[in-house]
């Protein structure tokens, strides 16, 4: 039975749960297939959004 607690911002057991979804994604997901489509979007009518949204936040677009 689980337990019923809370954790708060930062949860441990969130965090660890992403952790496992993440690392399942990579290792049996259609990692291939969703990087076609990300690179199709940054081509697409939606780079200007994308490229806003990527400055906003910092992150910087792989070469």
């Avoid at 954790?7 to 259609?30: I, M, R």
């Avoid at 297939?33 to 690179?39: D, I, L, S, T």
């Avoid at 979007?41 to 400055?55: M, S, T």
Wanted: aromatic share 4%; hydrophobic share 25%.
């Amino acid at each position: 039975m689980a337990e019923n607690r809370i954790e708060g911002e930062g949860s441990y057991t969130a965090g660890k749960q992403y952790q496992k979804e993440q690392h399942k994604f990579a290792e049996e997901g259609p990692v291939e297939q969703k990087a076609r489509e990300a690179e199709e979007a940054l081509d697409g009518p939606e780079a200007e959004e994308l490229e806003r949204a990527r400055k906003e936040t910092g992150e910087k677009r792989p070469m």
